[in-house]
Nanobody, 113 residues
């Protein structure tokens, strides 16, 4: 069974930074586009950013310039560096192996004003 394990969430003040990690031991990592999604209370899950196996990145407009997605194929880990955090970034953040359809369990990010 494929497992994606997120970590790095927590409570941070507005303007602060967090770095999320999503690790797997599955070799599906190498050929999957990896994505970070988030879901705030009462809202639909939305794509934050994605990165292809070759390193091509894509961001939601509201995250451009503040968030950076990266991956380490040797460690089978994808990262999301989040800077200049805002209270509206508060959500559960999930990673997904987008080609294979596997989700992680999510990690809570809370940004206080």
């Amino acid at each position: 069974q494929v497992q994606l394990v997120e970590s790095g969430g927590g409570l941070v003040q507005a303007g602060g930074s967090l770095r999320l990690s999503c690790a797997t031991t599955s070799r599906i990592f190498s050929f999957n586009t990896m994505g970070w999604y988030r879901q705030a209370p009462g809202k639909q899950r939305e794509l934050v950013a994605s990165i292809s196996s070759g390193g091509y990145t894509n961001y939601a407009d509201s995250m451009k310039g503040r968030f950076t997605i990266s991956r380490d194929n040797a460690k089978m880990t994808v990262y999301l560096q989040m800077n200049s955090l805002k209270p509206e970034d508060t959500a559960v953040y999930y990673c997904k192996a987008m080609n294979s359809g596997y989700w992680g369990q999510g990690t809570q990010v809370t940004v206080s004003s």
